[in-house]
């Protein structure tokens, strides 16, 4: 079966250390591969996508296909970045499949 | 542009009872998704509509329908409702298949 794997349900990191948050999928071809970002009492909004590769609020997102990968780093963290993390592939049309996502927390 | 909009925003029911959640688009968005976001199962695709046409359907239940109307706002619809459909319903929308926008979702309880 499809899926995607983010092992890490909670990342607490110091203000200014590197951040990466690990995704893992395993997926037949080459899926399109997004980030989502959840803040408190905010709605889910696009971080990242994969076939862009832009940088957003200093994140970027590699995708690694040898290892099945699409880790989200970012070499300084800030406190505003505390939020739910969530790594996803698209399928057939529209339909994103989420992982279960990862709380990052940036302590000061 | 407003954003994607859901209402109503909370939603109490009993088992038993049927309930229509409703979900608008960012204006000239055709594709609608809606997920269900539950502490235990995360976010599940329930269904993708677009042009007023199903397109896509995730693995749950037939008591879980939806629609599109021809001004791309949508409906789902849980019958029957259960305790376990308690849950955040989040509907997307986006131009096609690209990026999707999220609406703050209507919060369900089954009571």
């Known amino acids: 079966a499809q899926r995607v794997t983010q092992p890490e349900k909670l990342l607490s990191v110091f203000k200014g250390a590197p951040v990466e948050l690990k995704c893992n999928y395993s997926?037949?071809?080459?899926?399109?591969l997004f980030w989502y970002v959840q803040y408190s009492r905010q709605r889910l909004q696009l971080l990242l996508r994969?076939?862009s590769r832009e940088s957003i609020k200093g994140f970027t997102a590699d995708l690694n296909k040898g290892e099945t990968s699409f880790h989200l780093k970012k070499p300084f963290a800030q406190e505003e970045d505390s939020a739910m993390y969530y790594c996803a592939p698209r399928e057939n049309g529209n339909k994103l499949v989420f992982g279960a996502g990862t709380i990052l927390r940036v302590k000061s | 542009k407003a954003g994607v909009t859901q209402t109503p925003r909370y939603l109490i029911k009993t088992r038993g009872q049927q309930v229509t959640l409703s979900c608008s688009p960012i204006s000239g968005h055709r594709s609608v998704s809606w997920y269900q976001q539950t502490p235990g199962q995360g976010l599940q695709f329930l269904f993708e509509y677009f042009s007023e046409t199903q397109r896509n359907k995730g693995n749950f239940p037939g008591r879980f329908s939806g629609r599109q109307f021809s001004n791309s706002r949508s409906e789902m619809n849980v019958s029957t409702l259960e305790l376990g459909d308690s849950a955040l319903y989040l509907c997307?929308?986006?131009?096609?298949?690209?990026?999707?926008?999220f609406g703050p979702g209507t919060r369900l309880t089954v009571l």
């Open positions: 997307a929308s986006s131009l096609n298949t690209d990026t999707q926008y």
């Open positions: 997926y037949s071809g080459s899926p399109e």
């Open positions: 994969h076939i």
